[in-house]
């Protein structure tokens, strides 16, 4: 069985269509939003508007690369939640309309579990059970992955997303949305010991960053008061010392899952994988831990159809189909 | 030899037509001007679970296969953004798939050709009407052949709103945004149908016109007619 499989990606504010064959990426089309960047933030609304007028663009093009036409399909795939609703809703109503008229499957996928496994998208995958430490804009999670479909978040943020720190620090110092990469940019020049960011204290292995960035609002607050260009001046220096932190913190909770699970494969995955602090310290982590370390190529980190795909690819040789009554989900639970 | 079914070269091209403007969701299907068969879920928010789900089951009844459509024909609005979305999603898909064109109708259009024959017997114009909450309904004037006469408005509904139109002479208000105007239309020539809702049996008039004169809609660009733009606050409010 090898099956061809088109996928659509389009839970937040990016419109995206993929076609697989036999789990292997033929074309990845990823549409990204930039509309949203002076709100600060992704507007739904005109994400919803958006994901509309793309939606066919993108997925000619995807078959167009790929090679394939319509009739070479076996199955439609679509990206079920977690994410906003309208921009949901485009998606999964043309997968199911698209499938039907064609006759052919649909499958619904977790845009969670796909995140976990684009690192299947790789020449070299891990090996069952591994750990996967997942985080984008807005997820922060460690995974335990037994199989394909057999996933459970053994940690999660019980406030803020890692990337939802990066974008609320980017607000209070100014920087353009998203922060991510800019903060990453300007933290390679900086010092990591410049400020001494404390580490939030959750047990077990869940996550909390609300607390960082009062922790900046109050660091900078205090420094403006006495020296009003202290964000300028210091702007590297800042980035530095908040990053480092964000993913040393990151990093230890994952460490220390690995040891409680004492597994051999360690993976990262969702938008944030494509900080470069946080591969350099995964990296080291990995070698640490004597433990062989996986992250997906660039283009399969951040939202896209290649990894609704590739999970799909898995629903589809398990023979898990969704029926047209699909609708989407916002959230987990 | 085997009972000789009709076949779809000797019957008109057939249009599927999708309205989900309102919270009505609904499928018709229509052998050129002929209604075939439609469905109708009247109820809040189960668009997007059922809206295909509906055509597989108006196809299957009446015997016919997807690929039996020659278009398909979508609610370009204005109404519910979300609903609208949802039809016309759908209509993409199904388009894409069975290589088929796609037509749009004005939700306000199909509520007026519904009444068309009693706005002819009476000599009325017609006011569709679809809520928009609060005070306000997408709206415009047509005359009794379901002619538009006006552009299509957000208005809010005041005293004296529709005033000079019911002095003019009979007027057929329809459409669920009629229901909030009940009080204000107290008039002798106001006759208010506001139990005609959107659904797709009103949009196969004006969708095989549309078909006969190979006006499509271009499946690449094509977008609801929000009617607004909208529009987000950026956030003004300095955190330091």
């Keep these: 069985m090898k099956p061809v499989i088109l996928a659509i990606e389009s839970s937040c504010d990016e419109t995206s269509a993929a076609v697989l064959e036999n789990g292997k990426v033929l074309s990845n089309i990823v549409s990204s939003q930039l509309a949203h960047a002076k709100y600060g933030g992704v507007v739904p609304e005109i994400a919803s508007r958006l994901h509309q007028q793309d939606i066919i663009a993108v997925v000619h093009e995807a078959l167009e690369k790929s090679g394939k036409t319509r009739t070479d399909l076996d199955a439609i795939a679509f990206t079920r939640g977690p994410g906003l609703l309208g921009s949901l809703l485009v998606g999964t109503c043309f997968a199911k309309s698209y499938a039907f008229g064609l006759g052919i499957p649909l499958i619904e996928v977790n845009h969670m579990q796909a995140h976990v496994l684009a690192n299947f998208l790789s020449d070299s995958p891990p090996a069952f059970p591994f750990l996967c430490l997942t985080v984008s804009g807005g997820h922060t999670q460690i995974v335990l992955v037994r199989n394909y479909l057999d996933m459970e978040v053994i940690g999660q943020t019980l406030d803020d997303a890692a990337g939802e720190a990066y974008d609320k620090a980017g607000k209070i110092m100014g920087l353009p949305y998203p922060a991510g990469p800019v903060i990453d940019k300007l933290a390679k020049e900086g010092n990591i010991d410049f400020h001494d960011f404390p580490i939030p204290s959750i047990p077990g292995l869940n996550f909390s960053f609300s607390g960082l960035k009062t922790n900046l609002l109050y660091f900078l607050r205090d420094n403006l008061a006495l020296n009003p260009d202290f964000i300028q001046q210091n702007i590297n220096d800042i980035c530095a010392s908040y990053q480092h932190r964000i993913v040393s913190y990151l990093l230890a909770k994952l460490k220390k899952a690995a040891r409680e699970y004492k597994v051999k494969d360690l993976a990262i995955a969702g938008g944030v994988s494509a900080n470069s602090e946080l591969r350099r310290q995964f990296g080291e982590t990995c070698e640490k831990l004597q433990v062989r370390p996986h992250i997906p190529a660039f283009q399969f980190c951040t939202d896209n159809a290649g990894m609704i795909g590739i999970a799909a690819h898995f629903k589809y040789l398990a023979g898990e189909f969704a029926d047209l009554e699909a609708v989407p989900f916002t959230r987990e639970g | ?240």
């Design chain 2, 1 to 240: 030899m085997t009972a000789k079914k009709k076949t779809p070269e000797t019957r008109q091209p057939l249009i599927l037509a999708l309205e989900t403007a309102t919270s009505v969701s609904s499928v018709a299907i229509f052998a050129g001007p002929e209604l075939l068969g439609n469905l109708e879920f009247f109820g809040q928010n189960r668009h997007a679970r059922l809206l295909t789900p509906m055509v597989n089951t108006l196809l299957h009844d009446l015997e016919l296969q997807p690929a039996d459509l020659s278009a398909v024909a979508v609610s370009k609005g204005p109404g519910s953004y979300t609903g609208l979305r949802v039809g016309v999603s759908t209509a993409k898909g199904l388009c894409m798939a069975l290589d088929i064109p796609l037509i749009s109708v004005g939700s306000l259009d199909a509520l007026a050709s519904e009444v068309v024959p009693l706005a002819t017997e009476l000599g009325a114009q017609i006011v569709p009407m679809i809520d928009a909450r609060r005070m306000e309904v997408y709206t415009a004037t047509f005359d009794a052949q379901g002619q538009r006469l006006t552009e299509v408005e957000a208005v809010v509904v005041e005293e004296n709103s529709f005033a000079d139109l019911l002095e003019s002479g009979k007027v057929i208000f329809t459409g669920n945004g009629a229901a909030k105007c009940r009080e204000i239309l107290q008039h002798p020539n106001a006759i208010i149908l506001d139990h005609n809702l959107s659904t797709a049996r009103g949009m196969g008039r004006n969708a095989w016109t549309k078909f006969q004169t190979s006006e499509f809609a271009d499946l690449l660009t094509f977008e609801p007619f929000y009617l607004k733009e909208f529009v987000a606050i950026v956030s003004k409010n300095k955190l330091i």
